[in-house]
């Protein structure tokens, strides 16, 4: 049902028929636990995230998983919904989501073995590896009362007001855990065969849609891709899709890779769409309308897997994060305003796993909606920006945006600071898509932005009521002899000046920057799909030949012999994203890059560069080292702007160069500029 009066996305924003109700597109907000389910008292600000996304064009959204009893959640404490008093705290969020003409889904989700619980049950006692329990085994009626359990969930959402579940099947979560057979050791009716292992969730929809009636939406996930061993193999999976439909779905959205998979499935270096043709695979298989899912961020990206037949709706999660009104800005073709998600994970996921609550990188507002607002100024000031990095652009465009009057600074000739090196990186060229988003807004907002313009203390007393420091950091020098050798580079020299860089390199220093400059210098570049190149990379089998869909990764050749050093003890990398980490450490290692702690450099000399590893003298033979030691902030404007008795602020890296991180810049910038 192509709705062809859209001119720019008519299979994106047609509407689509579910069950008895009709959806206005085919954005589906995919769910994703961000911190606020936990909140005492109703859900408000939770009902706020929601309804800025629904106020935003959202066909359908799926709200974070809630438990449907105290051992099924993902920790202590996480949200469920099992009584009345839950039933009243979920009203604040469907009552805000409908206020704004939105529709929205509760996601049941049963953690099993995943649950950082001491009492968490699965189908049978067999630990998971990311998870410091044993469960406990189900007994038979155990999983009768699970089953009754996910039924009452459902109907107390629709007592809450939701339109609709979703039942969580996929991600290695407890249902999956029935449906493989190295979760699954039963021997009752619950497990052996495939139709006794698949009996739970068949059981679990078929129930729910008797108690539920045929108005209300069941969404299943379906994991249609375990990259697991072991997993389902494809025809199982079509059973499986098949008699979900049967047993009463209303849609089936795709769900790709268990937790315990080491395959990155939604990270920057995952290209967009690369998971569509799983989708794809099952059309045609079933009657319902299929989700899609994974790395889908942009509206032509969205449009052009639905018109290859791909899916009937796509789902994303982090780009609703990123940007609550993607989908109204897809309607009014605004596409170039879109704040997209860069799949950075740095302020979402990252802080998921520290047990915090998420919000986006580059957009700070999201989830904290009821308490940082952008209201017009009442006072506007005259306000100077130095920088147009991360920092700089955020509190520019903010502070414009209420009615300063803001004029920005920036001494290069081009916009987004430490962003122009990261785009570079492969992997990273999302991070573009960020410095488009911005120099639209210092458009939009009407900053005086004043490229190629070292402004220096004169030019910043005179005229300004404020002036804003976001001028960055420089490199931090390290002393050591031979380190002004010329074969000695920065990582500035060879990610944003291009210097030539020889076949063997060291690299001192291995934060999130040294792992940059190495992964930037093992790549090659190919004509082929980018998307094979990465299936192909970390083992994934587009021909689904073995269960699990795993294939023997293909090691890439790498143009140059790395090393890539550090000072402390320990495994390199530690700091770097919970979520992404490893992908960078194992990308790496696929590329041969050693990786050498416990050094302390001696000197850099015609033979390369000399240290002491463990205790051990070395000389690494090498054609350039290239320092990436962290950096210091560049604040020499501040004092004497101050001696003047100007309002000076700092922010982003010119504040705190150590640890300095682009979510802390963002935030910093916009929530400044929220104050001001
Ligand atoms: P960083 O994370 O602070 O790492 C710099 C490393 O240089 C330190 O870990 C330190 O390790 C070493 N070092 C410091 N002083 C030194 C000295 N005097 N001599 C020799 N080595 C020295 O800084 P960065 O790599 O420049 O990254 C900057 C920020 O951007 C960080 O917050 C980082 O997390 C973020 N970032 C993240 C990513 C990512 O997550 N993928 C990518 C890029 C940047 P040792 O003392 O142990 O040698
Ligand atoms: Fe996307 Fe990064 Fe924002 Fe998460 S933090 S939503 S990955 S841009």
Known sequence: MTNKSHPKY?????????????????????????????????????????????????????????????????????????????????RAVTDAVHKKGGRIAMQILHAGRYAYLPWSVAPSAVKSPITPFKPRALSGR??????????????????????????????????????????????????GDYANRIRFPIEIVRRMRQAVGDDFIIIYRLSMLDLVKEGSSWEEIVQLGKAIEEAGASIINTGIGWHEARVPTIATMVPRAAYTWVTQRLSGEVSIPLVTSNRINM????????????????????????????????????????????????????????????????????????????????????????????????????????????????????????????????????????????????????????????????????GFDSVVLATGVTPRAISLPGIDRPEVLSYVDVLLHEREVGKRVAVIGAGGIGFDVAEFLTHTDHSGSPIDAYLDEWGVDREMSVPGGLKRPEGPEAPREITLCQRKKGKL???????????????????????????????????????????????????????????????DLQGPLQARGLDVHLIGGADRAEELDARRAFDQGTRLAAGI
């Open 10 to 90: 008519p299979h994106l924003l047609s509407p689509i028929q579910v069950g008895s109700v009709t959806l206005p597109n085919r954005v589906l907000m995919g769910s994703m636990h961000v911190g606020l389910e936990e909140e005492r008292g109703r859900l408000d600000k939770m009902g706020a995230y929601f309804a800025a996304r629904a106020e935003g064009g959202v066909g359908l959204i799926v709200t974070g998983g809630i438990a449907p009893n105290r051992s099924g959640a993902v920790k202590p404490f996480a949200g469920k919904l099992t009584n009345r008093y839950e039933v009243w705290k979920h």
């Open 142 to 191: 155990g999983v009768e009362n699970t089953i009754g359990d996910y039924v009452r969930c459902a109907q107390k959402a629709q007592e809450a007001g939701y339109d609709g579940v979703e039942v969580m099947g996929s991600e290695g979560y407890l249902i999956n855990q029935f449906i493989v057979t190295k979760t699954n050791k039963r021997t009752d009716q619950w497990g």
């Open 299 to 462: 509206p032509q990206v969205a449009e052009d897997v639905l018109a290859s037949g791909a899916a009937d709706m796509v789902s994303m999660a982090r780009p609703l994060l990123a940007d609550p009104h993607w989908v109204k800005k897809a309607e009014e073709e605004r596409d170039d305003e879109i704040n997209t998600c860069i799949a950075c994970n740095q302020a979402c996921l990252d802080l998921i796993f520290q047990n915090k609550r998420a919000s986006c990188m580059v957009n700070p507002l999201a989830c904290y909606e009821t308490e940082v607002q952008i209201a017009p100024t009442p006072t506007p000031k005259r306000i100077a920006v130095v920088g147009a990095g991360p920092a700089g652009l955020a509190f520019a465009t903010t502070a414009a945006s209420r009615g300063h009057q803001v004029t920005l600074f920036e001494a290069s000739d081009t916009i987004g600071g430490q962003f122009k090196m990261a785009r570079r990186v492969p992997g990273k060229e999302e991070f573009d898509e960020t410095i488009r988003y911005f120099r639209k807004q210092l458009e939009l907002t009407g900053v005086n932005v004043k490229l190629g313009c070292r402004a220096d203390e004169e030019a910043l007393s005179n």
């Open 573 to 635: 990398g530690a700091r770097l994203g919970k979520t992404t980490g490893w992908i960078h450490r194992t990308a790496l290692r696929k590329r041969k890059v050693k990786m050498l702690s416990e050094c302390s450099y001696d000197r850099i000399d015609e033979q390369g560069l000399h240290l002491t590893v463990a205790g051990q003298p070395q000389v690494i033979a090498v054609d350039n080292v290239i320092v990436c030691a962290g950096q210091t902030p560049l604040r």
